[in-house]
């Protein structure tokens, strides 16, 4: 499989942009649909970022009390990081590669700030008391992630803190997954020392689902593909095999969901030592 360069990176964002910046925020307020699977059911995307946000507050939680605190949210997306920490007393400043996003985060959240650059480039006037990363690194070259890591020890104040949510499980041509153990080396490499490992995205229900639609893609019913839009919405099949697979899929998808929720929650509370797709750390900088 071949993996894109950080410069077919970057052009993978500005197409995403393109794709699905202009939502309907009304209905999906935080841009689940740019910033989760892109073209999923928003239901699918809510079950995701429910134990996202779980995990995240579980996290923020472990923190000492923001006193005239700042925060930076890399690949702030559409901005439900920034505005979660704003609310919890962060001055906060989101960065992100999708321009267009980032001017509806201007007009959305003016109490925050919004600067449209890569980590790399951003060289801002004084350190963060807290850099949060929600999949964002994930989708950053193996050989570009060392550079990164760096850079956020190097934009954190000393015994500044880092909450980062990665991928430990999945690869593709703009995925670049490691290991909890490879992480943390990796954080700990730069600077960095672990206080906290939580798992989360055992959905085992919808792993079974995610089989059945690698034997339905066989039959056009899903696409595999890693490029943006790669789910096929009901609303562009309209008849034939292909719709009613499509449909079928979605109603196993809805039961898998339906089951996760009410198995995900005891064991991310549990926190059990078995395999998932995300983890969530809190590091601290030393």
């Not at 059945?212 to 095999?241: A, D, H």
Request: positive net charge.
């Amino acid at each position: 499989m071949k993996k894109f360069t950080w410069q077919e990176m970057r052009k993978y964002w500005e197409i995403h942009s393109s794709l699905w910046a202009n939502q309907d925020y009304n209905s999906d307020p935080d841009g689940l649909t740019n910033v989760c699977y892109p073209g999923a059911p928003l239901w699918l995307n809510q079950y995701y970022a429910r134990f996202q946000k779980e995990v995240y507050k579980k996290l923020f939680s472990l923190l000492p009390p923001a006193d005239k605190a700042h925060a930076l949210d890399i690949g702030c997306g559409a901005a439900r990081w920034c505005r979660f920490l704003t609310e919890h007393g962060y001055q906060t400043i989101g960065i992100d590669l999708q321009r267009e996003l980032i001017e509806i985060n201007r007009s959305r959240y003016p109490d925050c700030n919004f600067v449209c650059t890569s980590i790399q480039d951003y060289h801002p006037k004084k350190p963060f008391d807290l850099i949060s990363s929600v999949t964002v690194i994930q989708h950053i070259p193996f050989e570009e992630q060392d550079i990164v890591i760096q850079k956020l020890r190097d934009l954190i104040k000393d015994n500044g803190f880092a909450i980062v949510l990665e991928n430990i499980h999945d690869q593709g041509p703009h995925v670049f997954s490691n290991t909890i153990k490879e992480w943390q080396k990796k954080f700990h490499d730069a600077g960095f020392s672990t206080i906290a490992v939580q798992r989360y995205d055992y959905s085992p229900f919808l792993r079974i689902d995610a089989w059945i639609s690698q034997q339905l893609v066989r039959m056009g019913g899903r696409s595999n593909s890693n490029s943006p839009g790669s789910f096929v919405t009901s609303s562009t099949l309209k008849s034939g095999p292909r719709y009613y697979l499509r449909n079928a899929n979605q109603i196993i998808q809805r039961l898998a969901v339906g089951f996760d929720s009410l198995l995900e929650p005891v064991l991310v509370r549990v926190n059990i030592g078995l395999p998932t797709i995300h983890c969530g750390f809190l590091f601290k900088a030393v």
